[in-house]
């Protein structure tokens, strides 16, 4: 969990610096954020990040699990992302 939360960190430091750069915020994508061995607790605590310094940026989560934000949309696929003919 520790390398997860490094680049964790890393990644958000990092799209501060271009939003300083180019005026603009950005949107924020983490992909299935409950995965890599990582514990509900340091989950938790990444979004506490993203709620109190990110809470200006689209935040969008592709996941099973349902996180806790303010004025969620919720994109549910029921069966699949393009069905066969």
Do not use: C
């Amino acid at each position: 969990a520790v390398l997860h939360k490094t680049v964790f960190a890393f990644r958000l430091a990092y799209i501060i610096e271009i939003e300083k750069k180019l005026g603009i915020k950005l949107p924020i994508i983490l992909d299935s954020p409950s995965g890599k061995e990582v514990d509900q607790e340091n989950i938790q605590l990444m979004v506490n990040i993203l709620k109190r310094d990110f809470s200006d940026n689209q935040i969008i989560i592709a996941s099973i699990f349902q996180y806790y934000f303010d004025d969620v949309r919720v994109i549910e696929i029921i069966n699949r992302l393009v069905e066969r003919e």
